[in-house]
């Protein structure tokens, strides 16, 4: 019987040997990522590697197609944009140096720097980028299809010129374009086939400040700096190397943080962990402003919801204030109309908020005919579901402080905060009565309310469900507005009328911190949002060695 | 025999069809759309469309599983929704990384859990047996992402003993790498082994008390056999077949604890691609992940009963 016992231990440690060898297959360590084709095989040349804990691995290395956040710093890092958003939320030249309109707006002109190169030594030319535009209108790629249905044609005039042809004028065309679209190098993918199947994971070649250089599933990525990016600093940028490390669990990233495992948490850190965070000498915070904000918004399909009265109180029983104060722990600002303080170009600032009163809400209420004829306290025809989700531990607080406010006023909110897929799913289908979400990116505010209000447009983000011509005609008239100042005057008109219509409630501009070791880098300049921040190629460039 | 094993295979191929076909409809009937994920912001019905047929999701249901299940039987697992790569790649890629933790949880499931049930068994109300209770039973309401992040504030921060997460430090080479591997693997494996264990250890307990009182143990000793000579020799024979498939009936819960402590340790297997997939709905990779361990927990079951009845001539019908 020993025996049978003996030979049980002896298959367990085979077993466990087996499986050491299957997962090293010879040797560990050496070929188990993929390599670019620019040779270099990380061994530092004095240069000090930057690593990011991010949460999620990256899906699709194809930067015409991918949109998760970890795949955007990426591919941000390593191709190019026409335009990027600097730390006011301005648009800034990257690889065009400025654009101009012709033709009344109806033709935008890119004006390409001439030093920008491809990791292979091919420049970056006007080509590229008619190339890039064209496969993404041809195969309806990514987010940016959506952003050149304008294009009527395309006209390379010579290498550092490119134009568009747009079917009318559009005002924010350039920008929208210049910051979201990725340019990609025409001798590389136009050899690809079908871009829609290009699956594009090895062999990089980019001209950003920094090449993704090789990837290992589930672990980790590493970009190299490149040499040739026109905005490093004098003698080339201080992080030569820069690996994003994944830690799904936030709470994990964190402690590898207080670590030294990694040197950036590439996402916001959880408001309820700041503080412990500001207790270490060894981590520096940063605070980062928000493209995006937090909102009730009210299916107008609703029959009650229709009615302005009711979105007005709706409006009046929630309170932004010490939603900031608490749920934020003061790290938020407040918003009036449907355009962000960010954009304070554009920000109406002669909007009043809607006072924080469920008695007076109740008492308006009341004075538009709606009674408590059953006596249960509630208001008869206001039960609202509220749909929410799940996983962003501060709107489903706000959900309930916003619930127990509205039956002070007789309005009844039932919540249903629910996994993310499905309240997508829901939102998009337009199934709720009120959607608490946050917006993540809006880059300009006529996108956001072409995107938002346009009963005809079929992008699928109007979640009021809105359809009123009036509105329409506003948003129409401010798009093909060529002049700033009109333009300007047309956007705060729009804010004050969705603001006096109540379609939605904003509650709040986030705020995100983001954490470093300020021991070992300094020099960081980031840009507003989660999805920008702290790791825009621009920004990692900047970053110097602390002491 | 023959028939025995032919008839127990067959079943074994049912249950896998059985496990593919539910998940295959389970995640269609999901309410949730894997296109709606793909771009946040604006995306037009045609581009929807578009990602809808490149899915296959425009076909009818019934045309989408037929294609599914033939390209199976040919071993093919699809293609990736998100990664565009083939599912099979994406898997061997990770499925190492799960092997490793969760097989060497197995072994050394078995190699503690064993002698512990043993001891308390033959010890019944002893102090050996008194802890296993105790054990098995605490042990039992342990919920991994909590132990797990116990086990890194302790040992990996507090007393810097054991990295924060992630599989092994790239730049080591030769053997520094099979340290570092096992330097990394040590939590997780801990955590994982620390819950498997109480169940299994109080379950064997019960099976091998159970064995003990058996007339031939009475037997054993009434013929002046020494108590260790009755206890590993004759009862410790008949309760190893229930420890294995114990340990059979143990992997789903094996894996299920895969998924999160991969997830919370940074560890690069498929129980992380499972819950990275889920979040995507990528439904060829969680389809691929399913099948690939419906066939592992079938298989291992399968081998254990037909070593059972290779061995217990009782089982045989």
């Known amino acids: 019987m020993n025996g049978k016992i003996g030979r049980i231990r002896k298959a367990g440690a085979a077993l466990a040997i087996a499986t050491l060898v299957a997962v090293t297959g010879c040797s560990l360590n050496e070929g188990g990522g993929e390599s670019t084709g620019s040779g270099d095989s990380g061994e530092q040349a004095g240069g000090a590697t930057l690593r990011i804990g991010t949460t999620t691995d990256m899906e699709n290395f194809n930067p015409l197609q991918s949109l998760s956040k970890t795949d955007s710093w990426i591919l941000n890092a390593t191709y190019p944009s026409l335009l990027r958003i600097d730390e006011n939320a301005q648009k800034v030249p990257e690889l065009a140096e400025d654009y101009t309109t012709e033709d009344g707006g109806s033709v935008v002109v890119f004006h390409l720097r001439d030093d920008f190169e491809w990791s292979d030594g091919t420049p970056v030319t006007a080509k590229d980028v008619a190339f890039t535009a064209q496969s993404i209108m041809d195969y309806q790629l990514g987010n940016v299809a959506a952003k050149l249905t304008w294009v009527t044609g395309i006209e390379v005039r010579d290498d550092q010129t490119v134009a568009f042809t747009l079917s009318e004028p559009y005002a924010p065309f350039a920008e929208g374009l210049g910051f979201w679209m990725r340019v990609v190098p025409e001798h590389i993918f136009s050899k690809a086939g079908d871009l829609s199947q290009f699956a594009n994971d090895s062999d990089w070649v980019g001209a950003g400040a920094y090449i993704l250089e090789s990837a290992t599933k589930g672990q980790r990525y590493t970009l190299k700096a490149n040499e040739n990016y026109p905005y490093a600093p004098e003698g080339g940028a201080a992080v030569e190397t820069v690996e994003y490390v994944v830690y799904p669990d936030v709470n994990t990233m964190i402690l590898a943080l207080r670590n030294g495992d990694i040197d950036l948490m590439g996402t916001p850190v959880p408001v309820s962990a700041v503080a412990s965070l500001e207790g270490d000498e060894n981590i520096a915070i940063e605070t980062v402003g928000s493209l995006g904000f937090a909102h009730l918004t009210y299916n107008m399909q609703n029959p009650v919801l229709a009615d302005q009265t009711v979105r007005q109180a709706l409006s009046m029983v929630v309170d932004t204030e010490s939603i900031i104060e608490t749920i934020l722990q003061g790290d938020g600002e407040q918003m009036v109309g449907p355009i962000s303080p960010t954009f304070a170009d554009y920000d109406n600032t002669d909007l009043e908020p809607y006072p924080f009163d469920p008695a007076g809400a109740r008492t308006m209420l009341e004075e538009a005919g709606y009674a408590d004829a059953d006596g249960d306290g509630m208001l008869d025809d206001l039960a609202f579901e509220v749909v929410c989700d799940q996983s962003n531990a501060n709107l489903t607080r706000v959900a309930e402080v916003v619930r127990d406010d509205a039956a002070e006023a007789g309005i009844q909110l039932d919540l249903a905060c629910i996994e993310r897929n499905t309240f997508l799913a829901r939102t998009r289908g337009g199934e709720y009565d009120i959607d608490l979400s946050q917006w993540g990116v809006f880059d300009n505010p006529m996108d956001q309310l072409r995107s938002t209000y346009l009963s005809t447009n079929p992008g699928g983000i109007n979640y009021n469900l809105v359809a009123d011509p009036e509105l329409d005609a506003l948003v129409n008239d401010a798009a093909v507005t060529a002049e700033p100042d009109q333009f300007v005057e047309k956007i705060k008109g729009i804010d004050a009328y969705v603001h006096d219509q109540a379609l939605l409630t904003p509650l709040y501009v986030e705020n995100f911190r983001f954490a470093y070791r300020g021991d070992r880098f300094t020099g960081f300049d980031p840009s507003p949002s989660d999805l920008l921040g702290m790791v825009t190629g621009y920004s990692l460039s900047q970053v110097e060695r602390a002491g | ?317």
């Open chain 2, 1 to 317: 025999m023959l028939r025995y094993a032919a008839s127990r295979g067959s079943r074994a191929i049912l249950t896998i069809w059985i496990a593919v076909t539910v998940t295959f409809f389970l995640l269609r009937l999901l309410p949730a759309d894997p296109t709606l994920l793909v771009v946040e912001g604006d995306m037009t019905p045609e581009m929807q469309d578009a990602l809808r047929s490149q899915y296959g999701l425009d076909k009818p249901l019934l045309q989408q599983y037929l294609l599914y299940l033939g390209q199976l039987v040919q071993g093919n697992l699809g293609v990736s929704f998100r990664q565009l790569v083939p599912v099979t790649d994406l898997l061997l890629s990770r499925l190492p990384w799960t092997l490793l933790l969760a097989g060497s949880a197995f072994v050394l499931t078995l190699l503690i859990g064993i002698p512990l049930g043993v001891y308390a068994a033959v010890g019944r109300g002893g102090p050996v047996d008194r802890a296993v209770q105790f054990f098995g039973i605490t042990s039992n309401a342990l919920f991994i992402p909590s132990v797990a992040i116990l086990l890194l504030v302790v040992f990996g921060s507090n007393l810097g003993w054991f990295p924060i997460g992630q599989a092994i430090d790239p730049d080591t080479r030769g053997l520094a790498a099979y340290a570092s591997l096992l330097h990394h693997l040590a939590l997780p494996l801990f955590s994982l082994v620390l819950v498997q264990l109480g169940p299994y250890a109080l379950t064997l307990r019960t099976n091998m008390a159970e064995v003990l009182g058996e007339d031939y143990i009475t037997s054993a000793r009434a013929r002046g056999l020494t108590p260790r000579r009755v206890v590993w020799r004759h009862a410790l024979r008949n309760a190893v077949l229930p420890a294995l498939m114990l340990m059979g009936l143990q992997l789903g819960t094996l894996i299920g604890g895969a998924v999160l402590t991969e997830t919370v340790f940074a560890y690069p297997g498929v129980g992380r691609l499972i819950f990275e997939s889920v979040q995507q709905l990528d439904f060829p990779v969680l389809q691929g992940a399913f099948v690939v361990l419906a066939v592992t927990v079938v298989l291992a079951n399968l081998l254990t009963d037909l070593l059972s009845m290779a061995l217990n001539p009782r089982i045989r019908t």
